[in-house]
């Protein structure tokens, strides 16, 4: 028997389970399960991974002096108040890891995003599990959460599975509320879905604790390599440039997000068809019996009747070649998210579950 044993906390995390991509014997396979967006990357951005081949043998970028100034650019940010990160997952545990550990409280809430318990755990941490309401983050239960062991708060703003997001002013109550020692994370992965919304940008700067965080992962289409970011006081982006790794992110992934974000004419196509597929399928799965919170993100929550009927919806979707994703680990056995494809896409999975509803089970 081995004496060689990981930090306490690292058994309690359950592995994370990425969205699938395959379906055994079934050949036209539609990935609705991680949120990418069905339009894929910006070509500008292929464009740039394709220079950057000429510079593999070269250490990348310490600093991300290009990124951060094209972020601070294209957003209206202090780029040295920016850090950036091997996805806006690196960020989150770097949070943790830097300010939490054990007996430090990590909050996040009931449908919270899986990486903050993990980050949490990661760290030593205690995670705690605060109630929404109606699938909704709820500021009072999360100050009443608070204690003086609180050390981070986490929430997503749109929440991934739900959709659903709260007010500029109900976050600002939050942070206002919140002890001395803790510092609020506001995931800000959808927010370029949101048309006219700074993400929490504002509400970063005006203090010493908030941080936002975002992502390429999403309406970028850079899920593939690993690029995210945040905004935060500058006492925090110290904190986190000394622990992350100095050459965290590749030259390839550099390049390509630079290119994305001064991209404004693929963001706004790409926002413009996720909000009008995005209300088409909401309405067609309710036209057919499912009903779902108004999603402020490129999925929707699809609400079932009960864990077994979300269950079986979701093997007929497989059968038909259409992936989507089981949340029963957000605490949603019932429901089922669902990526806003294309417009074949969206027909397709509407098309299915209206055929399921109607007893093709
Ligand atoms: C997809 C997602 C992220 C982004 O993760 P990356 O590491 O940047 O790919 C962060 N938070 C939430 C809530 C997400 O859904």
């Known amino acids: 028997m081995t004496r060689i044993t990981p930090q306490p906390g690292i058994m309690r995390i359950a592995p994370y389970q990425g969205g699938a991509s395959h379906v055994a014997g079934v050949a036209d396979v539609v990935k609705l399960s991680s949120n990418e967006n069905p ?66 409280e990590v909050i996040h809430t009931e449908h919270g995003f899986a990486i903050y318990r993990i980050g949490a755990l990661a760290a030593g941490a205690t995670p705690v599990e605060v109630p929404e309401t109606r699938r909704t983050t709820d500021v009072d239960a999360i100050l009443a959460a608070c204690t003086p062991a609180t050390r981070l708060v986490f929430i997503a703003n749109p929440n991934n599975p739900t959709g659903t997001m709260i007010a500029p002013d109900e976050v600002r109550r939050l942070a206002d509320g919140l002890p001395e020692a803790a510092l609020l994370v506001l995931d800000a992965a959808y927010i370029e879905y949101v048309e006219g919304h700074d993400g929490g940008a504002a509400l970063v700067e005006g203090r ?80 057919h019996g499912v009903p779902s919170d108004p999603s402020h993100g490129n999925f929707i929550l699809a609400r079932l009747g009960d864990r077994a009927e979300a269950e079986a919806c979701d093997d007929y979707l497989k059968s038909q070649g259409l992936i989507v994703r089981r949340v029963a680990g957000y605490n949603l056995p019932d429901c089922l998210r669902i990526t806003v494809g294309d417009e074949a896409a969206c027909r397709r999975v509407a098309h299915a579950v209206g055929q399921f509803r109607d007893g093709a089970r």
């Open 39 to 104: 339009f894929g990357a910006p070509e500008a951005a292929r464009e740039a991974v394709r220079r950057s081949a000429r510079d593999l043998h070269r250490y990348p970028s310490t600093d991300h002096g290009a990124l951060r100034t094209a972020i601070g650019d294209v957003h209206g940010l202090d780029p040295a108040r920016l850090v950036c990160g091997v996805g806006s997952d690196e960020i989150l545990h770097l949070l943790c890891q830097a300010y939490a550990g054990p007996g430090d």
């Open 208 to 287: 010493d604790n908030v941080v936002m965080t975002r992502t390429f992962s999403k309406i970028y289409g850079l899920g593939g390599l690993r690029v995210g970011w945040g905004y935060a006081p500058a006492h925090v982006v110290d904190v986190l440039n000394r622990i992350r790794g100095p050459f965290n992110l590749s030259t390839p992934a550099l390049a390509a997000a630079e290119a994305a974000v001064r991209d404004a004419d693929w963001l706004a196509r790409c926002r413009d068809a996720n909000t009008r597929m995005r209300a088409w399928l909401a309405e067609a799965l309710a036209a």
